[in-house]
Structures are given as structure tokens and as C-alpha cells.
């Protein structure tokens, strides 16, 4: 089993649309989740870290279910900039680095 | 700040070459790692290090080295190169205190022929 698994893509979407990814992962002592944006496999930039209590920023949403081992990632009225590859990180240590894992990723396509 | 730099940005290499992958950073970040990206595929980590003397394997270490003089460099070394190490390598950092955000270099364009 893949250390960190996320849904196959790619999504296509229409302009406006809500569409969610889901990752799961293995290590159950996992402490710190994030979700990072990968454009023209340019390098990586996070998207935002992921709390247990869930969070929202803007038209983002991260969820985290720790008892069955996943992250979620919602975006709603999707853009057309929103067109990018997402990849889920997970670390054993809490906001301090470690071994940081990512995801194969999930690729967006958003159309008008 | 310049953050996280490396080179060189391209590079072909013959196969058996031997090669280094340079790696800075200059925001005193404790943390740095090396990954690499296949076509179409998430980053794989290669080796990471916590700190100036200390190394460990990620994912998939084989036919690399690396080592950690400095808190700022982190260079990776291809032994041998083969065409399965034809990939994008990126370096990044982390700071122990903070977002636990990764920054990352530009990457480092490999091709092994």
C-alpha cells in the first residue's frame, strides 16, 4: 500500500462547478497534512495545511478524517485558474518537516 | 532573500556520468529535502536531512548520496547515471518553527541518454 494515496484525474469541470479530491494514507501517527498546488510541473506551492477541526479559505475547504485515515480537499464555483495538478502531503512530525510524503497528485481541468 | 536555489536548471547526462545537483537555501531553515517528479507522476522523496551532519533515506534513495556540511547546501549526487534517473529534481526547506510550509527551488531538469 502507497504511503499516501490520492484520486486518479484527471477532473474535468465546467467554469463554476464544485469538485472535490480525497486522499488517504497509511502511517495512522501521521501529524501533519497539507494540500500543495503543482502547476506546468513548475515547483510545488501549498495551498493550505490541513487541521483537524477542518478549514476553510475562501472558496477552499480541507477536511481531515483521522479515524479513517484521509484528507479532502473542496473547491467551490471553480475557476478557470484553478486549472492545476493537487497534491496531498503528509508528515509524522507536526509542523515540523520530517519525512514529508507527497501524493501522486489529482490533475483539475477547468472549462468554460 | 534569494530562498531556495538550485543548479544547474538542465543537464544531459551520458549514461555512467556522475554528476551533482547543487542545493541553497538561505533562510536558516533546519529542514531539506530532495525529490524527484516523473512524467505525470507526484514527487517521490529521495533523502531528506534535519540538520548540518545528518541524512536520511525517503522513498527512493538508490544510485544517490547526499550530505549536509552547511545548514544552507544540500547537494545531491548521481553516481552512475542511468535513464531511470531521467527526471525533474526539486529541493526544498522547511523551517521548524512556523506554517510547516515547504519552499521549493525551480527545479533541475535531468535527461540520462
Known amino acids: 500500500r502507497k504511503e499516501v494515496e490520492q484520486d486518479p484525474g484527471p477532473f474535468n469541470v465546467p467554469e463554476g462547478a464544485t469538485v472535490a479530491f480525497n486522499c488517504t494514507y497509511s502511517n495512522s501517527a501521521s501529524q501533519s497534512f497539507f494540500w500543495y498546488r503543482q502547476d506546468c510541473r513548475k515547483e510545488p506551492k501549498l495551498l493550505m495545511s490541513?487541521?483537524?477541526s477542518g478549514n476553510e479559505d475562501g472558496r477552499f475547504t480541507a477536511q481531515l478524517n483521522r479515524a479513517s485515515q484521509y484528507i479532502s480537499l473542496l473547491i467551490r464555483d471553480s475557476k478557470l485558474s484553478d486549472s492545476a495538478t493537487y497534491l496531498c502531503?503528509?508528515?509524522?512530525?507536526?509542523?515540523?518537516?520530517?519525512?514529508?510524503?507527497f501524493g501522486q497528485g489529482t490533475e483539475l481541468s477547468v472549462k468554460p | 532573500n534569494a530562498g531556495v536555489t538550485q543548479t544547474p536548471k538542465f543537464r544531459i547526462l551520458k549514461i555512467g556520468q556522475s554528476m551533482t545537483l547543487q542545493c541553497t537555501q538561505d533562510m536558516n531553515h533546519n529542514y531539506m529535502y530532495w525529490y524527484r517528479q516523473d512524467p505525470g507522476m507526484g514527487l517521490k522523496l529521495i533523502y531528506y536531512s534535519v540538520g548540518a551532519g545528518i541524512t536520511d533515506k525517503g522513498e527512493v534513495p538508490n544510485g544517490y548520496n547526499v550530505s549536509r556540511s552547511t545548514t544552507e547546501d544540500f547537494p545531491l549526487r548521481l553516481e552512475l547515471a542511468a535513464p531511470s534517473q531521467t527526471s525533474v529534481y526539486f529541493c526544498a526547506s522547511i523551517t521548524t518553527s512556523g506554517s510547516g510550509e515547504l519552499f521549493f527551488g525551480e527545479g533541475s531538469r535531468l535527461t540520462v541518454l
Open positions: 490541513v487541521y483537524s
Open positions: 502531503v503528509v508528515s509524522l512530525i507536526y509542523n515540523q518537516g520530517g519525512k514529508l510524503i
